[in-house]
């Protein structure tokens, strides 16, 4: 885990295969920042939506001793939601090094799009 200073204080960026241990261990809630579009075509297994367009602090979930995650696409929109969440007073939250891209780069599962069908399926490159 890195830590990026901002200005709302440190923020971790976590790699892909961080936050696949802490979600197998159930220890972070992981917040998926991008388009509904973008989630419903493929998205990190468990994640919960909350588009950038309609971010609010306050209605995130409750931390519960789990750690809130954030990704998009590239992890620009997800360091500025967890930033966002940060300056409304949460900690401590975290967000994806390089995004959903990165995530699938380092070879890690995700519910994409039955092309056939349109339904999601689980891939496992």
């Not at 297994?45 to 001793?65: I, K, N, T, V």
């Not at 992890?75 to 959903?100: C, D, N, W, Y």
Request: proline share 7%.
């Amino acid at each position: 885990m890195q830590i990026e200073e901002t200005e709302t204080g440190p923020l971790e960026v976590w790699t892909p295969a961080e936050v696949e241990a802490a979600l197998e261990k159930g220890e972070i809630a992981v917040i998926d920042v991008r388009t509904p579009q973008e989630f419903m075509f493929e998205h990190i297994e468990g994640a919960l939506l909350m588009p950038m367009s309609g971010f609010r602090a306050d209605r995130l979930p409750s931390q519960d001793g789990k750690r809130l995650l954030f990704y998009c696409g590239s992890s620009i929109r997800s360091g500025k939601m967890a930033q966002k969440a940060m300056a409304a007073g949460l900690t401590p939250v975290a967000h994806l090094e390089g995004g959903f891209a990165n995530w699938k780069a380092a070879k890690m599962p995700y519910i994409g799009t039955d092309m056939a069908s349109g339904a999601p399926k689980k891939v496992t490159p």
